[in-house]
């Protein structure tokens, strides 16, 4: 028998997908933290509802015609839906076919947005007759990448469900995604694994300093095992030494260095480090950066609560436009220098 590509962790949740038998929903939503597996387990299940025969426990067979079909990312009555971006990034040999369709201007940056040309292009799939199982299945991810008007036609789609059709939706962060997509989906949680589990796999995976990079990514076992793997390591150490000893010229110089890199990992970041000041503030307690208690307990006490709490909103603010900066350098000087602020630094 073939192992199923699930991880550990995910077990429970699918026996609860299982126990739904004939009450499937016409489309689910798929949530929880980043880096922890989702889009695995989304397309795990989608092979699993077009399998042929699959195994005692819902698991597709991995032998079947409709599973080869789904391996080589080539089924007939299956679509995959995420921003342009992703494919070009890592789009694995004979994927081609799956690609969100093209737009006029060929030499247009891939597009980081779910947009409404790839929706359109799953009306015709959906009245067109199935090929093997009965049942088509479009896996959609992240469901906050949609832009409004692509998230205006999903809407229509799920509003009114083709017979046979399974849509199932994954989001980081449902609470940017449309109220009414939200009640039109069956909402399936996906949480974080326990810590013991989530550090035998990553020893499994010969993770060094596993329970240091487990932390800094807030629990998340998929995240920490990339970011230990990442080029982005060195800038993540230059950033908390500043972060650690915050000032005027270290804040120019760190926003000089940094400004090529994606803002919304800086900013993302940063919110991470200031949740361990605040939290260390409150209670003690530090999450994602516990190796550096002595500087996190320093600022802490430095810092004005209120003043803190306001930042901390301004920088979720932030977030929100980050990822379309006008000037990139000018976004994290104002940022860094605000931040620097906060301790009487500049």
């Known amino acids: 028998m073939t192992q199923h590509p699930l991880?550990?962790?995910?077990?429970?949740?699918?026996?609860?997908?299982?126990?739904?038998?004939?009450?499937?929903?016409?489309?689910?939503?798929?949530?929880?933290?980043?880096?922890?597996?989702?889009?695995?387990?989304?397309?795990?299940l989608a092979q699993s509802?077009?399998?042929?025969?699959?195994?005692?426990?819902?698991?597709?067979?991995?032998?079947?015609?409709?599973?080869?079909?789904?391996?080589?990312?080539?089924?007939?009555d299956y679509r995959?839906?995420?921003?342009?971006?992703?494919?070009?990034?890592?789009?694995?040999?004979?994927?081609?076919?799956?690609?969100?369709?093209?737009?006029?201007?060929?030499?247009?940056?891939?597009?980081?947005?779910?947009?409404?040309?790839?929706?359109?292009?799953?009306?015709?799939?959906?009245n067109i007759s199935t090929h093997r199982s009965g049942r088509r299945v479009i896996v959609l991810y992240p469901a906050e990448a949609l832009n409004v008007p692509a998230a205006n036609a999903l809407l229509k789609s799920l509003e009114e469900p083709n017979a046979n059709t399974v849509f199932i939706l994954v989001s980081n962060s449902i609470d940017?995604?449309?109220?009414?997509?939200?009640?039109?989906?069956?909402?399936?949680?996906?949480?974080?694994?326990?810590?013991?589990?989530?550090?035998?796999?990553?020893?499994?995976?010969?993770?060094?300093?596993?329970?240091?990079?487990l932390a800094q990514q807030g629990g998340a076992p998929l995240a920490a095992f990339d970011m230990a793997h990442s080029d982005l390591r060195a800038d993540l150490d230059e950033f908390i030494r500043f972060l650690s000893k915050p000032g005027t010229e270290l804040s120019l110089k760190t926003a000089d260095k940094m400004q090529k890199m994606e803002m919304p990992v800086v900013v993302g970041w940063l919110q991470r480090w200031l949740y361990d000041i605040f939290s260390y503030k409150q209670s003690g307690r530090i999450r994602y950066h516990p190796r550096y208690e002595q500087e996190l307990k320093s600022l802490s006490m430095q810092v004005d609560e209120p003043a803190l709490q306001q930042f901390i909103k301004n920088c979720n603010e932030r977030q929100a436009i980050a990822s379309h900066p006008l000037s990139a350098k000018l976004f994290l000087e104002d940022m860094l220098l605000e931040y620097s602020a906060l301790f009487g630094t500049i």
């Not at 949740?13 to 929880?32: E, S, V, Y």
């Not at 195994?55 to 599973?67: I, K, N, P, R």
């Not at 070009?88 to 247009?108: C, L, M, R, V, Y």
């Open 49 to 76: 509802l077009l399998c042929e025969n699959p195994w005692q426990g819902g698991h597709a067979c991995q032998q079947c015609g409709s599973c080869g079909w789904f391996a080589q990312y080539s089924h007939p």
């Open 176 to 213: 940017r995604l449309l109220p009414t997509i939200l009640s039109r989906c069956h909402k399936f949680g996906l949480g974080l694994p326990d810590a013991g589990i989530a550090l035998e796999w990553l020893h499994k995976q010969g993770i060094k300093d596993a329970d240091v990079w």
């Open 7 to 44: 991880y550990s962790w995910q077990e429970d949740a699918w026996q609860q997908i299982q126990a739904l038998g004939q009450r499937l929903p016409h489309a689910f939503l798929l949530h929880g933290p980043q880096g922890i597996g989702k889009t695995v387990f989304a397309e795990h």
């Open 80 to 126: 995959r839906v995420r921003p342009e971006l992703l494919d070009e990034e890592d789009a694995p040999a004979g994927e081609e076919a799956e690609a969100p369709a093209k737009t006029s201007k060929a030499s247009k940056a891939p597009s980081k947005e779910i947009v409404i040309n790839q929706i359109r292009a799953l009306s015709d799939f959906m």
